[in-house]
């Protein structure tokens, strides 16, 4: 499907004005969002050089033609897809019951709140009111199936960037080989 000309002009007027963070908070902020699911980069050499698997896949790698330094990335962008994978699939794991928070109700959750909290704590009643809701939509989203669906459908769509990043990245180290 082609892009209009007023479209495509609209899209890099957009694109110029969404420079991303600008304070420092933000940037810190932004920088750890790849870390989110534990896919941002690969282990410390020390946890991979001790692996027998990695060990025996850099051997491997060796035997086909790779060298010493090219077997290893291709190794170290090998383990970062089963991560991806493995993520993927926690991500779509069921909540265990157990763990879930019980259908409760709004007035049900301030009683609770009332009994947990100190008599000496003062809290603000907005800002309890404000708990009282936060834990409120917590409940409705452990205890709705739609919602929960919604949940691991994002956390699947999230994944998919790290996935297709590192898809890139293997084949980039599978084309080293000499």
Same mark, same amino acid.
């Given at each position: 499907?082609?892009?209009s000309?007023?479209k495509?002009?609209a899209?890099?007027a957009?694109a110029? %004005? ?11 902020? $932004?920088? @750890?969002?790849?870390n989110k ?5 690969s &282990?410390p050499?020390?946890? =991979?050089a001790? $692996? +027998?698997?990695?060990?025996? +896949?850099? !051997?491997?790698a ?6 010493? #330094?090219?077997a290893?990335t291709?190794v !170290?962008a090998?383990?970062?897809? =089963?991560?991806?994978?493995?993520? @993927?699939h926690?991500?779509y794991?069921? @909540?265990?019951i #157990?763990d %879930? /928070?019980? !259908?409760?109700?709004? *007035?049900?959750?301030d *009683?609770l &709140?009332? *009994? ?6 003062e809290?603000?009643?907005r800002? =309890? %009111?404000?708990v009282?809701n936060m &834990?409120?939509e917590?409940?409705k ?5 739609v919602? %929960? ?9 999230? +994944? /998919?960037?790290?996935?297709q990043?590192?898809?890139?990245? &293997?084949? =980039?180290a599978a084309?080293?080989q @000499?």
């Open positions: 499907m082609k892009t000309a007023s495509l002009l899209n890099r957009n110029k %004005r969404s420079t991303g963070p600008r304070s420092v908070v933000g940037k810190h902020a $932004s920088s @750890k969002n790849a699911h534990g896919l941002a980069g &282990l050499e020390g946890e =991979r001790h $692996s +027998l698997l990695n060990t025996e +896949l850099v !051997n491997d060796r035997g086909l033609g790779y060298s010493d #330094e090219e290893a291709l !170290n090998l383990q970062t897809n =089963r991560s991806i994978i493995e993520a @993927k926690i991500a794991a069921e @909540k265990p #157990e %879930r /928070m019980p !259908n409760l109700s709004a *007035e049900r959750i *009683e &709140l009332g *009994e947990w909290m100190s008599p000496e704590v809290v603000d009643p800002e =309890r %009111r404000h009282v &834990l409120r917590e409940v989203k452990d205890n709705d199936p919602a %929960r669906l919604a949940i691991k459908i994002d956390a699947h769509r999230k +994944l /998919m960037r790290y996935e990043r590192a898809a890139n990245s &293997l084949r =980039r084309k080293g @000499k």
